[in-house]
C-alpha cells in the first residue's frame, strides 16, 4: 500500500495489543526502580511481565 513497513507494523501490533499502545520504556524503568527498593523485599521467583496485558491475551 505504499505505506512505511514501521508504519504497518505499529498498526498491526496495536490492533491486537489488548491496551492498545506499546508499553513506554519508562514503565520498565519504573519496575526496575521498585523491584531494587525496599518496598519489593519479600518479592522472589516471580514473573512480572510488563506487556501491556500481550501474554494475557
Known amino acids: 500500500g505504499g505505506r512505511p513497513v514501521a508504519d504497518v507494523t505499529r498498526d ?9 499502545r506499546f508499553v513506554e520504556m519508562g514503565a520498565v524503568a519504573a519496575m526496575v ?7 519489593a523485599n519479600d ?15
Do not use: K, M, N
Not at 498491526?12 to 492498545?20: D, F, I, V
Not at 526502580?33 to 518496598?39: D, K, N
Open 12 to 20: 498491526y501490533l496495536g490492533e491486537r495489543q489488548p491496551t492498545q
Open 43 to 57: 518479592i522472589t521467583g516471580a514473573s512480572l511481565p510488563i506487556d501491556g496485558g500481550w501474554s494475557a491475551a
Open 33 to 39: 526502580v521498585f523491584l531494587c527498593g525496599p518496598a
